[in-house]
């Protein structure tokens, strides 16, 4: 068990990737919260896994708050220390990707992506930390970013610069929260198969492009994400901080 005991919060927790995550360090033995935005289909996937994590024979908690409301990352940071006492590694994960071409991009889109996954990243993790310089003996941070931090995508111009923004934050504040002995760290996926590219992934020339451009023959399962997210919570990575984990089966590596 690499996180025995330990205290842990997973943003967009409720499915894919960080229902993954989620159920991973719970059978390492933390303590995991998750959240995910607040609507009826959402509130019943987060119990459904708060359920799943609690079977596993930890403590688990949910709370339905959008990544894009300024408050969320308070109200995250307070639901994990009612429940547990304290948050020892917070893991920010929510993001969308509503595939859409550049020249007719609406500005709504491009507005509420860039809300949930960059702005609600920043001050979700900066409540985090705040809480864990206040608790005053270190802490994890993990932000799920994307092999989009590194490359493009026709598609998704409103999406690629959140993500490379998101690697960043981690470098920043590796550097801003290492004093306090806070790790800071980016998982970077490939591509995973879960609800955020369903409809892309279901036209069988896209998908069988992809699968040929990974070194590995296949695309990510959201259980390829969380060894890697167990393995930056823990004290095996207890000197790697602002770090970048592409978790990709080779995609990057590829380019002929
Ligand atoms: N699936 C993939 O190929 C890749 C995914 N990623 C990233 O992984 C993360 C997780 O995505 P997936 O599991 O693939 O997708 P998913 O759609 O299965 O899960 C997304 C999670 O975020 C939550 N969420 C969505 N909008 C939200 C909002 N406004 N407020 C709070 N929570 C919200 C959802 O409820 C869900 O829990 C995202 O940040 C995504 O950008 C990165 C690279 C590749
Ligand atoms: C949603 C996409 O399939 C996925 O998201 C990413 O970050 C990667 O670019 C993948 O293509």
Redesign the pocket.
Known sequence: MLLKDRNVFV????????RAIALKCAEHGANVAI???DTAE?REALAATADEIAALGVRSTWVAA???DPETGERLVEAAVSAFGRLDTFIN?????PFHSFLDMPRETYLKTVD??LN?AYFAVQAAANQMVKQGDGGAIIA?S???ALVGGGMQTHYTPT?AGVLSLMQSTAIALGPHGIRCNALL????E????RDDLADPDKRAYMEGRTPLGRLGT?DDLAGPAVFLASDLAQYVTGAALLVDGGLFANLQ
């Open positions: 943003t967009g927790g409720s499915k894919g990737i960080g959240s995910a935005e959402s959008s990544a894009e994960n929510a993001g969308i990707c949930v996954n609600g799920v994307s092999i989009s993500k996926p490939g591509t995973i879960t609800d955020i590219n959201p």
